[in-house]
């Protein structure tokens, strides 16, 4: 079976420029987290889902970050009004939930100019 | 609030040599904790895990981690790297089976 992927792979826009990234999990995995990779603050969660649900949306940094889930399987993550801080490499995981180990796409590299 | 805390952001090692790289984390309540790689331009992998019972856990390339609960801290170690692990070498604890605390990581940099 297919891990999880992300796409785009590599996504570059302008400052103030909305976007989307997508998610596809492994089939039949019940829960979804958003993390983000920079250079300045490491690993950092923004968000989780189980099923279509988001519990725990505690680590999105501001209002111009939302995702949603659908169909319990593929996920958006948008940024409105993307600012340079907001470059970073997006990782989306996937589990089968409880302790369930996470799978990693290989993320989306966004760059704000 | 949990926190992982890896205090060496490179570690160089010669091939065959020993290596530990070290985690420490803090939490109220019972954890779970694991070690992901990072190879060079690749995404994260898990490497290994703890969640109960044996303190002691194993990959299938030779590493292993113990996890030490009066110490707070899950060490990871390898009697004999190999170039190949060249990676970075991220910890991570996790309480409610939701979201992961990663540490800042530790670059392993295995020379000849």
């Known amino acids: 079976g297919a891990g999880v992927s992300q796409s785009p792979s590599n996504k570059v826009t302008e400052k103030g420029k909305d976007v989307e990234l997508r998610c596809d999990p492994i089939s039949g995995h019940t829960a979804l987290y958003w993390y983000r990779q920079s250079l300045g603050q490491g690993l950092e969660f923004l968000i989780y889902f189980q099923g279509n649900s988001a519990p725990d949306k505690s680590g999105l940094p501001s209002d111009r970050f939302s995702a949603e889930r659908t169909g319990g399987s593929v996920s958006t993550l948008t940024i409105q009004r993307t600012q340079q801080e907001d470059s970073a490499v997006y990782l989306c995981?996937?589990?089968?939930?409880?302790?369930?180990?996470?799978?990693f796409g290989p993320g989306t590299r966004l760059t704000v100019l | 609030a949990q926190s992982v805390t890896q205090l060496d952001s490179q570690v160089p090692v010669f091939e065959e040599a020993p290596v530990e790289l070290r985690c420490n984390y803090s939490s109220s309540v019972s954890v779970y904790l694991f070690w992901y790689v990072q190879y060079p331009n690749q995404g994260l992998q898990l490497l290994l895990k703890y969640l109960s019972g044996s303190t002691l856990v194993e990959s299938i390339n030779g590493f292993e981690a113990e996890f030490n609960k009066s110490q707070t801290s899950f060490h990871l170690r390898k009697p004999s790297v190999h170039i190949s692990d060249t990676a970075e070498y991220f910890c991570a604890v996790s309480t409610g089976f939701q979201k992961l605390v990663f540490g800042t990581g530790t670059r392993l940099l295995v020379s000849p």
């Open positions: 995981a996937s589990s089968r939930g409880g302790t369930d180990t996470q799978y």
